[in-house]
């Protein structure tokens, strides 16, 4: 997918420079941290609703199994249990 993006001055010239020192296109290193980006965003998505969950009188049976459900979901992902 295409997208066009504007940045200010200074956070444009830090993404060439980054990209620059990683030896990567600006626009890998920007997808690169879209898709970070997404992945905290789920992340503390599930995590809040495991909070949620856990906040309830009862908390459901398998709530071990939705955690580890949420980890492995995770490192399918490339998470950071998948690169260590």
């Not at 495991?50 to 459900?69: C, F, H, I, S, T």
């Amino acid at each position: 997918m295409r997208l066009t993006v504007n940045l200010e001055d200074d956070l444009g010239r830090d993404v060439r420079r980054l990209a620059e020192a990683q030896g990567i296109s600006m626009s890998r290193l920007a997808g690169e941290a879209f898709s970070e980006y997404v992945r905290q965003l789920r992340r503390r998505e599930f995590g809040q609703r495991v909070l949620d969950m856990a906040g309830r009188v009862v908390v459901a049976e398998n709530a071990d199994a939705m955690l580890e459900e949420g980890r492995c979901d995770d490192a399918e992902r490339g998470g950071d249990d998948a690169r260590i």
